[in-house]
């Protein structure tokens, strides 16, 4: 997750320098050298497992409290976070929180609070980017800050909606539109509630106002039963947390800027990153399922009831393990990793942009927003265009194999599902790897070393297949088979 922090203690031979050594010695960053971590990491661990005492505190003392005493909970406890993680510097997002509350109040449910909210919002987070920028994987103040900003546009696009009728929105519309005006103890305790301030998830100003009036429960009066759920997520996070602390002192993706990478044989070249790519992925899983299940404990997380009766704990989720782990498919990792962020820029981006008229060019701007939200480095809009790529050759692969007679009946043969199961995964994180490494490596010339070390494999199949599965769908698919899909 980050790179071993340095520091050296002083030895004295008086006992005044020796008791100061002593509380060195205890002090976060010798901890975190000695787990091969930076401080800002362990920080960062801190902070997240630090919700589940404070949700028990919540559950125990505030759950049916006046809101104002549960605003300032959040409130309070969220700064207090922010300071521990990043000193002074909190006073990025307290500022952002500030102006957009303003925002809000002068400007009403306007167009031009929206655009208002959104320009500023974006820019202080690129500006932000911008000078803090390093080659490296860094945990700094636009960590959660990228975070809040999603959060404090849908806060601003669900208030706009409010201002609307019914009759204009659509049902998703509804039900996220905002139709009180809220206070700026509430924007606070909302922008800084402890289970999400740092990595997310994501959710809406009427979710955390139903938390706040203790409608989140499935046992209506009393606090929620939501202990044994929340403490599963836990243990999968803990799972995660230890296979990739196990793993990532001998997976890295600095091996792959080395030499030694570049003598190996271009089969192994392919294997580790395919391996990389997979595991990679784990420092996130693992933060989110962690933080899931700080959300389920307070209640959070509550989703309803299921058709079988029983309470859902799904409203935060930001992972689909069993789909994340078992699914051979891009879609299909896309539907199952950080599922959180996805829908919010499918609800607030994607489905905003049907004016365009063009599914394939709102995906695309969608993409583009993903690409600079995460960071101006070169590599974020490579693995998002990557993205953008595979999914649509992925689609017209798998319309050629179900409309195509020959290649169905081959895809349903029993026998060699296996097979088939085995290289669409081989494919799939092969170049899933592909596209994390430049998310990875940030500055052009570390993923552009990278990608030559494998002659480009990824862009070269896809491109190629972009240009042909037409002209094969053309030869194997009936006409008859085509008019019936045009009808």
Same mark, same amino acid.
């Given at each position: 997750?980050?790179?071993?922090?340095?520091?050296?203690?002083?030895?004295?031979?008086?006992?005044?320098?020796?008791?100061?050594?002593?509380?060195?010695?205890?002090?976060?960053?010798?901890?975190?050298?000695?787990?091969?971590?930076?401080?800002? /990491? @362990? !920080?960062?661990?801190? *902070?997240?497992?630090?919700?589940?005492?404070?949700?028990? #505190? &919540?559950?125990?003392? =505030?759950?049916?409290?006046?809101?104002?005493?549960?605003?300032?909970?959040?409130?309070?406890?969220?700064?207090?976070?922010?300071?521990?993680?990043?000193?002074?510097?909190?006073?990025?997002?307290?500022?952002?929180?500030?102006?957009?509350?303003?925002?809000?109040?002068?400007?009403?449910?306007?167009?031009?609070?929206?655009?208002?909210?959104?320009?500023?919002?974006?820019?202080?987070?690129?500006?932000?980017?911008?000078?803090?920028?390093?080659?490296?994987?860094?945990?700094?103040?636009?960590?959660?800050?990228?975070?809040?900003?999603?959060?404090?546009?849908?806060?601003?696009?669900?208030?706009?909606?409010?201002?609307?009728?019914?009759?204009?929105?659509?049902?998703?519309?509804?039900?996220? /539109? @905002? !139709?009180?005006?809220? *206070?700026?103890?509430?924007?606070?305790?909302?922008?800084? #509630? &402890?289970?999400?301030? =740092?990595?997310?998830?994501?959710?809406?100003?009427?979710?955390?106002?139903?938390?706040?009036?203790?409608?989140?429960?499935?046992?209506?009066?009393?606090?929620?039963?939501?202990?044994?759920?929340?403490?599963?997520?836990?243990?999968?996070?803990?799972?995660?947390?230890?296979?990739?602390?196990?793993?990532?002192?001998?997976?890295?993706?600095?091996?792959?800027?080395?030499?030694?990478?570049?003598?190996?044989?271009?089969?192994?070249?392919?294997?580790?990153?395919?391996?990389?790519?997979?595991?990679?992925?784990?420092?996130?899983?693992?933060?989110?399922?962690?933080?899931?299940?700080?959300?389920?404990?307070?209640?959070?997380?509550?989703?309803?009831?299921?058709?079988?009766?029983?309470?859902?704990?799904?409203?935060?989720?930001?992972?689909?393990?069993?789909?994340?782990?078992?699914?051979?498919?891009?879609?299909?990792?896309?539907?199952?990793?950080?599922?959180?962020?996805?829908?919010?820029?499918?609800?607030?981006?994607?489905?905003?942009?049907?004016?365009?008229?063009?599914?394939?060019?709102?995906?695309?701007?969608?993409?583009?927003?993903?690409?600079?939200?995460?960071?101006?480095?070169?590599?974020?809009?490579?693995?998002?265009?990557?993205?953008?790529?595979?999914?649509?050759?992925?689609?017209?692969?798998?319309?050629?194999?179900?409309?195509?007679?020959?290649?169905?009946?081959?895809?349903?043969?029993?026998?060699?599902?296996?097979?088939?199961?085995?290289?669409?995964?081989?494919?799939?994180?092969?170049?899933?790897?592909?596209?994390?490494?430049?998310?990875?490596?940030?500055?052009?010339?570390?993923?552009?070393?990278?990608?030559?070390?494998?002659?480009?494999?990824?862009?070269?199949?896809?491109?190629?297949?972009?240009?042909?599965?037409?002209?094969?769908?053309?030869?194997?698919?009936?006409?008859?088979?085509?008019?019936?899909?045009?009808?």
């Amino acid at each position: 997750m980050a790179s071993a922090a340095e520091g050296d203690v002083g030895t004295a031979a008086e006992p005044v320098g020796g008791l100061r050594g002593g509380f060195e010695e205890l002090s976060l960053n010798k901890l975190a050298t000695s787990l091969g971590a930076s401080e800002q /990491a @362990l !920080r960062l661990i801190i *902070s997240i497992f630090l919700g589940y005492p404070l949700a028990l #505190f &919540y559950r125990r003392h =505030l759950f049916y409290r006046d809101s104002y005493l549960i605003h300032l909970f959040h409130a309070f406890t969220g700064l207090s976070i922010a300071y521990f993680n990043f000193g002074y510097q909190f006073y990025h997002s307290l500022l952002c929180v500030v102006l957009q509350f303003l925002i809000l109040r002068l400007m009403g449910r306007t167009v031009t609070a929206v655009l208002t909210t959104f320009c500023f919002q974006m820019a202080y987070l690129l500006a932000g980017y911008y000078c803090t920028a390093t080659g490296n994987y860094d945990i700094k103040w636009t960590m959660p800050h990228c975070v809040l900003t999603l959060k404090l546009i849908g806060l601003a696009i669900d208030y706009f909606d409010g201002g609307k009728s019914q009759n204009s929105l659509t049902t998703e519309q509804q039900k996220y /539109a @905002l !139709r009180g005006v809220p *206070s700026f103890l509430e924007v606070a305790g909302f922008s800084y #509630f &402890y289970g999400a301030f =740092l990595v997310g998830p994501q959710f809406s100003m009427n979710h955390y106002m139903k938390l706040v009036q203790g409608q989140l429960t499935d046992t209506p009066g009393k606090v929620p039963n939501s202990t044994i759920p929340a403490l599963k997520r836990l243990s999968l996070g803990l799972i995660y947390l230890v296979g990739y602390t196990l793993l990532s002192p001998h997976i890295t993706e600095d091996y792959m800027l080395s030499e030694d990478y570049e003598n190996h044989p271009f089969w192994f070249r392919c294997m580790y990153m395919l391996i990389w790519g997979k595991f990679v992925l784990y420092k996130y899983v693992t933060c989110w399922l962690v933080t899931e299940g700080v959300c389920i404990l307070t209640g959070l997380g509550f989703d309803g009831f299921g058709d079988d009766g029983k309470a859902r704990w799904s409203a935060c989720a930001n992972m689909k393990v069993w789909l994340f782990e078992t699914n051979p498919r891009f879609n299909g990792t896309i539907a199952s990793f950080n599922t959180n962020t996805n829908a919010w820029v499918a609800r607030y981006i994607f489905k905003r942009l049907k004016f365009l008229g063009s599914k394939e060019l709102s995906q695309g701007l969608s993409l583009l927003f993903l690409a600079l939200w995460h960071g101006l480095h070169s590599g974020y809009l490579v693995c998002f265009q990557m993205e953008f790529l595979i999914v649509i050759v992925e689609k017209q692969a798998t319309n050629l194999i179900q409309e195509s007679p020959a290649l169905s009946s081959l895809a349903s043969i029993t026998a060699l599902k296996p097979f088939f199961y085995l290289v669409q995964q081989t494919i799939h994180w092969l170049f899933m790897g592909y596209s994390m490494t430049a998310f990875c490596l940030f500055t052009w010339d570390k993923w552009l070393k990278v990608y030559k070390s494998v002659y480009f494999l990824g862009h070269v199949f896809f491109l190629i297949l972009l240009f042909i599965l037409p002209y094969i769908h053309k030869a194997m698919v009936p006409r008859k088979e085509k008019l019936k899909k045009a009808e």
